[in-house]
């Protein structure tokens, strides 16, 4: 089984440009904010949940295992964006 060649500059354009960068620097920002609220420190092995603008500090095991959410789990498909 021959694995068809990756096209980098498309996956660049996708995930690398315009909404992406925006999104990450949205979810730093909404960190560093709890951080400074002490709700979260470096390495304390949380994440940041967010539902519209709400936030909440859960567990990363817990946050990354969501139901429904997909994709995350062997065995559970994507949702699909449609």
Known sequence: ??????????EYKKFQMGGQLKKRALRNKNRRKLMAGGRVR??????????????TV?????????P???GRKKGVPHKSKN
């Open 42 to 55: 470096k390495g304390d092995g949380k994440d940041i949940h967010h539902v519209g603008s709400k936030l």
């Open 1 to 10: 089984m021959r694995l068809k060649k990756r096209d980098y500059k498309d």
């Open 58 to 66: 859960m567990s990363r095991h817990k946050n990354r295992g969501m």
């Open 68 to 70: 429904g959410e997909g």
